[in-house]
């Protein structure tokens, strides 16, 4: 099949989640034997910290505005078996009126960030990469979070067909390698700064730092303020390339994740840091939603933390016992959640599309 997408980003990491999600499935899809062509505005903060120029095994058309690659676009379309625009694309409307406009086999929207939209479409706020009408008119629409947020996408977006389609992980980029010291941690946390993250942040991450002065805690990330609550103990490394992601989970003796808001209160929507982490053999150390345990069994593939005392509790585990929690999340990771998995799952959903255009799944 010819896939051509309309995203937010596959050249740059910095600052969102889209990214190295996106590298890995679209190297599983070409290993399928498939074609993608993604489309990308060329903005000044992600060109800024590109870290990839690229696709090994597809190609990135990086353009500066939607009136120099219309026409582009619309030729890709016209052969292409699926135009796909995902949230979050710079110019989403846009996009959607050109896929929705053209003989691609199958339309489809994929909402890396339902919770988010739902959110706003809740809040009667608009939504800038999603049509005036809704996501009535796709064939198809994809979802990165699964349980109620496939029935809200179609009672409050008009969607027809949906299907909920994880994060993965590519366990070729993400695996395990030699620490390095200076990403050696007692509890290790990698993300950009987000508000709505900060709350679980600091009781399950900072707090306990600041009760545990003896343990050496470590922050990666993009776009924290200088009013963070740092403490002595806290150690911080700017954002880091997804090439840097293996050495730092390596080095950690535990890593903490902690879900945004939107996404923790819908539930089914795991990051997909959590099979990085696990890729790279690292224990992980959760924060509490509903359907994590479809993803991994909690005590035994990973830790969850409900408030500041758990979560020191799991820091103060054994290594032997850190160390079997890693090796089950692993095994579960390769044996379920790679992007070869989501490129099967996929293929599988679109050729059901191509089935049975009218029929509505979820």
Partial sequence: MKLVIFGLSVSSSWG????TLWRGL???LARHGHEVVFFERDVPYYAAHRDLDA???????????????RHAARAHLADADVGMVTSYCADGVAACELVLDSNAAVRAFYDLDTPVTLARVGAGKPVPYLPARGLGDFDLVLSYTGGRALDALQSQLGAGRVAPLYGSVDPAVHRRVPPVE?????????GTYADDRQRALETLFVVPARHLPHRRFLIGGAQYPPSFPWTDNIYFKRHLPPSEHPAFYSSSRLTLNITRQAMAEMGDCPSGRLFEAAACGAPVLSDSWEGLDAFFTPDREILVATDTNTAIAAIERSDAELAAVARAARERTLAQHTAEHRAAELEAIIEDALRDPSGVEV
Wanted: proline content about 6%; glycine content about 10%.
């Fill in 16 to 19: 969102n989640g889209h990214a």
């Fill in 26 to 28: 679209i190297g599983a």
């Fill in 55 to 69: 696709l090994p095994a597809g190609t990135l058309v990086l353009y500066p505005e939607w009136d120099a690659v």
């Fill in 182 to 190: 200076a990403y050696r941690s007692h509890l290790s946390y990698l």
